[in-house]
């Protein structure tokens, strides 16, 4: 089995404000690097070791990683497959902005239909290019354990897969936490979760604003946040 440490981002001022992302390259904020030390410092604390780390290259991805192999002296490669999933014209806007100015395309996709969501990417095309990104590593490094840096929406997409989730969107998991840890161990024909949302390195700070809540709006996906 080959151990794989799913790794949501750091805060961003954008997180904060409720604004899609998606592509742009919004950098972390000083919460988000708070994070991202409290999390590099648990898993050397821990002993964790990874045989290679790998990161989305968008900014707020490469900050973090680079604060854990830092501290575990493992260096970061870029994997652009790694990104969150492209929210075209809605990237830079709050849910309410897109309510307002996409209407029909919101409809649709709380309706469960798989739009291109801003006329950018739909959730089967993220999950088809995160899961073969993950693939072709983990074919690399058989039986060791990685880590992967990446956005909420892609560990959704990958948890979805790891569970056969064979529905329309992200699957059963509605949020993942800034700098959470959600493990899966996979094998050559099976994926099993292990950990979800783990984000005690943030929870023992006993700070509420280290520890991201879910989205106040239940049919808000989680790659706005």
């Known amino acids: 089995m080959t151990i794989v440490y799913l790794i949501r981002h750091g805060e961003t001022d954008w997180n904060m404000q409720g604004r899609w992302q998606g592509h742009a390259d ?46 575990l002296r493992v260096p970061v490669q870029l994997l652009p497959a790694l990104r969150e999933i ?12 897109v309510r ?15 739009i291109p969501r801003g006329g950018g990417e739909t959730v089967a095309a993220v999950r088809q290019r995160v899961v073969t990104a993950v693939e072709a590593m983990v074919a690399q490094h058989r ?18 897969h790891a569970e056969n989730f064979d529905g329309v969107g992200f ?22 979760v292990k950990t979800v949302n783990d984000m005690r390195h943030l929870e023992a700070e006993h700070k509420t604003e280290l520890v991201s809540a879910p989205p106040d709006d239940a049919e808000l996906p989680d790659t706005a946040q």
Request: proline share 1%.
């Open 143 to 160: 039986g060791q354990t990685l880590a992967f840096v990446t956005h909420g929406g892609c560990i959704r997409v990958l948890l979805a």
């Open 86 to 97: 492209d929210v075209g014209a809605w990237s830079g806007l709050t849910t309410a902005e």
């Open 100 to 114: 307002a100015r996409f209407a029909d395309d919101w409809e649709q996709m709380i309706r469960g239909h798989d």
């Open 171 to 192: 699957g059963h998991y509605d949020h993942i936490g800034n700098t959470s840890i959600t493990i899966l161990e996979i094998g050559y024909k099976h994926w099993r």
């Open 26 to 71: 919004v950098p972390l904020n000083e919460i988000g690097y708070q994070q991202a030390r409290l999390l590099a410092r648990r898993l050397a604390n821990e002993g964790v070791t990874f045989s290679a780390i790998y990161s989305s290259d968008l900014a707020r991805a490469y900050q973090t990683a680079w604060e854990i192999g830092a501290a």
